[in-house]
């Protein structure tokens, strides 16, 4: 498809290419310029404050038709050098050279492969699904007007055949097989098969289809034997399967329930046997961990491979059921209300409220705050705070058991890497209920401990880390049922009947 390039000037005109998808950008500059008459190397194309590339093709430019380029000029002259060229034969073989940009390429092909050159009775030669066919066109073609006017480039030599190329379908050229190959490949396929029994209709072969009239009668009677041998195996087999005894097939499948009955009993025994070891490991965990000293301080190595336990749920489990649209449309209701009642504020206000409800909602929900410190030699330290506890007690308390606490440090987490304020609370810096840091030196020393000595050998295993964890970061259950009742008595609705004092009594 064609296309119309539009070339602003640097006089101000305007100038029209009509150019094919194989047209090179370099090809539409010299064509403006020569029609304006400036000097092609002083200036580029640029297209959407992007200098083009003048070496590539309309084809791959990404240029919409009727765009307007400009002319800009080149801050430093433009100069061309010599191209290296790997010209590529049919059998495979890659010749390289280096030429200059103004040769013709029949005189490049001369030079590289004038034996195959003479061989070929129609040649061709294609770059980046350019084609050059013929040698008049060869001999008027040159490497600039392919857009080769630097670095190094694969052209592909090759003997274009009229059928070799159809309609709408892309250049894809194999490379010749040869006859000993189709030979072959003529005698694996000999194999005869017979469609039908009758001796009028033709039987299906390599090649076009024969009648089986012009098949002696030996053969004929052979084919019609084993075709009947065929269609008796066959009928064999459907009365053979269609005898089978029914009652056998649905002992079968009475066994292979209960078989599915007692694999589900015994699944549903060892999960309710797991999870009841979990929680009675989950009441005594502290007589497994070894504390350290205040603040319920551990230290466990962080494990190499973490197991992923999630597996892929079945599609059935994101269907809601109907108690649970009716939880969602209840607390859509109660949501509506109460942007409903409550006055209209600022955004920075909105913020400040929203902040201290959350603050007070952590208050009331969590006690702990379950702080974890990573070293560089993957050793974690883990403590138990409060919320109200400060950025510097978690300092504090990490000094008692590192190995050189009068050396500086500091404790950050990622991403988004920052360093703390000691002043802050694990509430204001948003650790409730868990927060995991990560330990620096400021002046690294690789031979030297992060830890006392005598911590590396009072380790506790990981999985009973974090079943310790979650045992202190889980929320009260008390203060969660009292917040379930609150929102249980409070009215939903500013609708609320109310009993008159006469119809108490």
Known sequence: MSKDIIILTPNGRRHKVHCTPDTSMLQILEDACKKQGFQ??????????????????????????????????CETRREESIVTIGLMLED??????????NIALYDMIMKLAPNEFGSLLNPCILYMRQEVVGVDALKLKSLRHLGLIKGKAILRLLNKLEDARQANVSAVYRCPISENKNSENQNKGSDIQLEKNTPDESISLPGPSVPINFLSEPTVKTLKIVKEQQQHIAEVSKTEINNLDKNFVND??????????????????????????????????????????????????????????????????YELTIEEVRKLYKD????????????????????????????????????????????????????????????????????????????????????????????????????????????KWLEENPDSLYLKKEIYSNTTTSDAASILASKYRAPSRRKLEEIHNSH?????????????????N
């Open 40 to 73: 092609p190397l002083d200036y580029n194309l640029k297209f959407h404050n992007q200098i083009m590339d003048l070496t590539t093709t309309i084809r791959f430019s990404n240029v919409p038709n009727r765009a307007t380029l400009e002319m800009v000029e």
């Open 92 to 101: 495979g073989e890659r010749r390289t050279a280096d030429f200059n940009p």
């Open 252 to 317: 079968e499948i009475q066994q292979d329930t209960q078989n599915m009955s007692e694999m589900d009993s015994n699944r549903r025994n060892t999960s309710s046997s797991l999870s009841q070891e979990f929680l009675e490991r989950r009441l005594k965990i502290e007589e497994e961990v070894n504390f350290l000293g205040t603040q319920k301080a551990i230290v466990f190595t962080q494990p190499e491979i973490i197991e992923n336990d999630l597996e892929d749920l079945p599609d059935d489990f």
């Open 332 to 439: 859509l209701q109660q949501q509506r209300l109460k942007l409903e009642n409550t006055p209209l504020m600022t955004s920075t206000k909105r913020e400040e409220v929203e902040k201290e409800t959350t603050e007070t909602v952590k208050l009331n929900k969590y006690k702990n705050a379950v702080v974890r410190i990573q070293f560089p030699d993957h050793m974690i330290l883990q403590g138990i705070f409060a919320p109200t506890d400060t950025i510097e007690d978690v300092t504090n308390f990490l000094k008692e058991h590192l190995a050189h606490p009068e050396k500086p440090f500091h404790i950050f987490t990622t991403p988004l890497k920052e360093t703390l304020e000691p002043k802050m609370t694990l509430l204001e810096a948003r650790f409730v209920p868990c927060v995991h840091m990560h330990f």
């Open 488 to 504: 249980t008595n409070s009215p939903t609705t500013s609708k609320s009947s109310k009993v008159p004092k006469w119809f108490k």
